[in-house]
């Protein structure tokens, strides 16, 4: 086999592994993992003192701990714009209809307020405005105790 034609071969199944590999971005991508909205039940006992963790649409992790009086302060690594790592105060909540409401007050970007379903794929959890349109965007959400 010539390097050109290895290259070549390389080249495809590294894209198609990466292609496979790649997050789910809808509702419909977590299917395969069997994915379970969660109730309003299963929040109360998840929520409370876990561990938060998510990529902000801007690329900045975001860091908190929901502290079960509703509060929490959020720390944001903003290595991908090259400013300081910031930290704000933030509350939290879980809707009558069974959403993670949150509430944080940035100093420099205003308030970002937003209640999303949370929905467990596998081992994962995602956040979304509707757990029943399959076309809706999905973001991961790093859970633990």
Avoid at 1 to 13: E, R
Avoid at 77 to 90: K, L, M, V
Avoid at 106 to 119: N, P, S
Wanted: charged share 20%.
């Amino acid at each position: 086999m010539s390097k050109l034609t290895c290259l070549t071969f390389c080249s495809c199944a590294l894209a198609s592994i990466l292609a496979n590999a790649q997050a789910p971005a809808v509702l419909r991508d977590l299917d395969v993992q069997g994915r379970a909205t969660l109730t309003k039940e299963e929040l109360t006992q998840l929520l409370p003192n876990a561990k938060m963790s998510r990529l902000s649409p801007q690329g900045q992790t975001q860091i908190w701990k929901n502290d079960p009086s509703g509060s929490f302060i959020v720390s944001s690594e903003n290595h991908t714009t090259g400013s300081r790592n910031t930290t704000a105060p933030g509350t939290w909540h879980i809707s009558d209809d069974g959403r993670y409401c949150v509430l944080i007050e940035w100093k420099t970007y205003g308030a970002e307020e937003w209640c999303r379903y949370i929905v467990k794929a596998g081992s994962d959890y995602y956040s979304t405005k509707s757990d029943k349109t399959l076309t809706e965007r999905v973001y991961r959400l790093e859970i633990s105790k």
